[in-house]
T-cell receptor
């Protein structure tokens, strides 16, 4: 079974600075997708960024980018120019298209942005 | 843009009662997923449906059942509720092989 691990329960960053959230996963499959979801205090689940495993290029969405290291099974999220609205719980998630396409989430990292 | 609609937003039930949660996916989305998120926990997959057929099953208790209807909306039925069922229940939908899941705002179930 696939597992997703986020080893940082909490992180903090100063406004306008950069922070990196870590995620590792374990799988024997070669075709899969990785995601970062953001869950603010409102408890919504908001997709931040996605990465297809077959793509070597790291995904980027405005201030959010990932460092995808397939061999190391690592998928970190970098948030540049952090804003107060970035404060939330961040979940890393894995999805395989060959095993039901369910999402498997990591434990989450609570990000605090300090003004 | 239309989003995934879940109802109700909040639900309070007593132990041993029954609850029904509804999910209306984004139009033209054919796959629906249900997740349960306990306090301070990550979301756990319960069950999914593709084209009205169950496509995958996770850690869903036998007391729970779900289905997807002809209009693609889905309902999660929960019977003999227990205190431990108190959680945020998310529905998510998607429409294609490699499209991401879009989540609803969740239904917060409190069992007293």
């Amino acid at each position: 079974a696939q597992t997703v691990t986020q080893s940082q329960p909490e992180m903090s960053v100063q406004e306008a600075e950069t922070v990196t959230l870590s995620c590792t996963y374990d799988t024997s499959e070669s075709d899969y997708y990785l995601f970062w979801y953001k869950q603010p205090p409102s408890r919504q689940m908001i997709l931040v960024i996605r990465q297809e495993a077959y793509k070597q290029q790291n995904a980027t969405e405005n201030r959010f980018s990932v460092n995808f290291q397939k061999a190391a099974k690592s998928f970190s999220l970098k948030i540049s120019d952090s804003q107060l609205g970035d404060a939330a719980m961040y979940f890393c998630a894995y999805r395989s298209e060959t095993s039901g396409s369910r999402l498997t989430f990591g434990e989450g990292t609570q990000l605090t942005v300090n003004p | 843009a239309a989003g995934v609609i879940q109802s109700p937003r909040h639900l309070i039930k007593e132990k041993r009662e029954t609850a029904t949660l509804k999910c209306y996916p984004i139009p033209r989305h054919d796959t629906v997923y249900w997740y349960q998120q306990g306090p301070g926990q990550d979301p756990q997959f319960l069950i999914s449906f593709y084209e009205k057929m169950q496509s995958d099953k996770g850690s869903i208790p036998d007391r729970f059942s779900a289905q997807q209807f002809s209009d693609y909306h889905s309902e999660l039925n929960m019977s003999s509720l227990e205190l431990g069922d108190s959680a945020l229940y998310f529905c998510a939908s998607r429409n294609a092989y490699n499209s991401p899941l879009h989540f609803g705002n969740g239904t917060r179930l409190t069992v007293t």
